[in-house]
């Protein structure tokens, strides 16, 4: 089993810039691909990024091209999201998840999360 834990969330005015964090417990880590996702009040959970095991492959969302990259640490059993030159519609709850299938977007591949972490981009 793998255990994730978001940081990194917060407050911030739009064209401004986050450095989400996911970091996973166990010795398994590099044999997961891993996702960000997001939700919105009052919407579905919506895909944001993958990548793969190693790293050499990534995989966005269209609306994040360009502002967002996925990178993991396997040494730090960690996982990031940095994003840059946020808007209000990338306000809500972002979620890191671990699976065992190739940059996948749908929620239904990924097998743990975590519990997320609040991101509000104000206007």
């Known amino acids: 089993q793998v255990q994730l834990v978001e940081s990194g969330g917060a407050l911030v005015q739009a064209g401004g810039s986050l450095r989400l964090s996911c970091a996973a417990s166990?010795?398994?880590?590099?044999?997961?691909?891993m996702g960000w996702f997001r939700q919105a009040q009052g919407k579905e959970r919506a895909f944001v990024a993958s990548?793969?095991?190693?790293?050499?492959?990534?995989y966005y969302v269209d609306s994040v091209k360009g502002r967002f990259t996925i990178s993991r640490d396997n040494a730090k059993n960690t996982v990031y999201l940095q994003m840059n030159s946020l808007k209000p519609e990338d306000t809500g709850v972002y979620y890191c998840?671990?699976?065992?299938?190739?940059?996948?977007?749908?929620?239904?591949?990924?097998?743990?999360w975590g519990q997320g972490t609040q991101v509000t981009v104000s206007s």
């Open positions: 166990g010795r398994t880590f590099n044999s997961y691909a």
């Open positions: 998840a671990a699976g065992n299938h190739y940059l996948r977007s749908n929620p239904l591949d990924y097998d743990y």
């Open positions: 990548i793969s095991w190693t790293g050499g492959g990534t």
